[in-house]
C-alpha cells in the first residue's frame, strides 16, 4: 500500500511539474506572440513613407523633365524664327556686314558651308545685281525638342528686290535643326522641305 501511496503521490507531483511545465510553455508562447502594432509602426510604417518619398522624387523628376522640354519648345522655336530671318534678310549696301552678324546664329559644318556660300555666291552676287531679301516665319512648329537639341519646322516668305524691278515673292519650309551651345539656340542644320 506504501508502495500504491509513493505511486499515487508521484503521480501527483508529476502532474504539478506538468502543469508548471504547461504553464511555462504558455507563457513563452504568449511572449513569442507577432505584436501586429510594433509590426505596423517599426515595419510597415517606414517601409511605406520610403515608397511614397520615392514616388515624390520620381514625380518631381518627371515634372522637372517636362518643363525644361517645354522651354527647349518655346526657346528653340523663337531662336528658330529669329536666326532664319537673319540668314536671308540683307540689304545690298550692308549684305556684308548683315549676313556676317547672321553667322553668330550659326555652329558647326553649317556655319561653315554657309560662310563659303555666302563669301562665295550670295554678297558678291549681292553687290554686283543690287538684291536686297527680307524674310518673314508667318508659321512655325517644333519638331521635336530636348534640353539641347530641337527640330522645328518654319514656314518661310521670302521678298526680294534686284536692282530697280519689281519685288518678287517666293514661299518655302525649311527643316531647322538647332543645338544650344553656351546657352544658346544656334542652327545646326537648315533644310529646305
Given amino acids: 500500500m506504501l508502495d500504491e501511496l509513493d505511486s499515487d503521490e508521484a503521480e501527483a507531483a508529476l502532474a504539478d511539474d506538468a502543469d508548471v511545465e504547461d504553464t511555462a510553455e504558455e507563457s513563452t508562447k504568449v511572449k513569442r506572440r507577432i505584436s501586429w502594432p510594433q509590426v505596423v509602426v517599426y515595419g510597415l510604417l517606414p517601409a511605406l513613407a520610403l515608397v511614397l518619398a520615392g514616388a515624390a522624387g520620381f514625380l518631381k523628376w518627371q515634372d522637372s523633365s517636362a518643363r525644361e522640354t517645354q522651354l527647349a519648345r518655346i526657346e528653340s522655336l523663337a531662336a528658330a524664327k529669329d536666326s532664319t530671318i537673319a540668314l536671308l534678310s540683307y540689304k545690298s549696301d550692308t549684305v556684308e556686314k548683315d549676313l556676317e552678324a547672321a553667322k553668330g546664329r550659326m555652329t558647326g559644318a553649317f556655319k561653315d558651308s554657309y560662310s563659303q556660300l555666302i563669301n562665295d ?64 539656340w544656334l542652327i545646326s542644320g537648315f533644310d529646305p522641305v
Fill in 121 to 184: 555666291v550670295v554678297i558678291p552676287g549681292a553687290k554686283k545685281e543690287h538684291i536686297s531679301t527680307t524674310a518673314t516665319v508667318p508659321a512655325a512648329a517644333a519638331v521635336s525638342a530636348t534640353p539641347n537639341h530641337a527640330v522645328t519646322l518654319l514656314f518661310v516668305n521670302q521678298t526680294a528686290v534686284v536692282d530697280k524691278s519689281p519685288p518678287s515673292d517666293s514661299v518655302s519650309s525649311v527643316r531647322v535643326t538647332l543645338d544650344k551651345v553656351g546657352g544658346r
